[in-house]
Nanobody
Framework: QVQLVESGGGLVQAGASLRLSCTAS????????MGWFRQAPGKEREFVAA????????YYADPVKGRFTISRDNAKNTVYLQMNSLKPEDTAVYYC?????????????????WGQGTQVTVSS
């Protein structure tokens, strides 16, 4: 089972950009659908974005469409989340996750491996 480590979080002002990275080890990275989720204090974990094996298809939650971009580099076993025009409501711990199979899914319980998370804080 693949192990995942996120990086790239931090404290930024509203309107700024951040790029999160998630590097995988211990599995066949290009066989997994990869997703990003986030969890704000006192809230449930929510789906952000997902990408297929090849990177040819992506899926975004409505609150981040047009601002966030998910991508992957299978040669580097890494998935990215480029976050632009950040808002205070984007503040959360961001997690990457891996899912077997072909289908893009927003359901957290369909993902089998999770990273430890990286904190993103957006000040107003």
């Amino acid at each position: 089972q693949v192990q995942l480590v996120e990086s790239g979080g931090g404290l930024v002002q509203a309107g700024a950009s951040l790029r999160l990275s998630c590097t995988a080890s211990g599995g066949t990275f290009n066989r997994y659908v990869m997703g990003w989720f986030r969890q704000a204090p006192g809230k449930e974990r929510e789906f952000v974005a997902a990408i297929t094996w090849s990177g040819g298809s992506t899926y975004y939650a409505d609150p981040v469409k047009g601002r966030f971009t998910i991508s992957r580099d299978n040669a580097k076993n890494t998935v990215y989340l480029q976050m632009n025009s950040l808002k205070p409501e984007d503040t959360a711990v961001y997690y990457c996750a891996a899912r077997s199979g072909f289908r893009l899914s927003p359901q957290a319980n369909e993902y089998i491996s999770w990273g430890q998370g990286t904190q993103v804080t957006v000040s107003s």
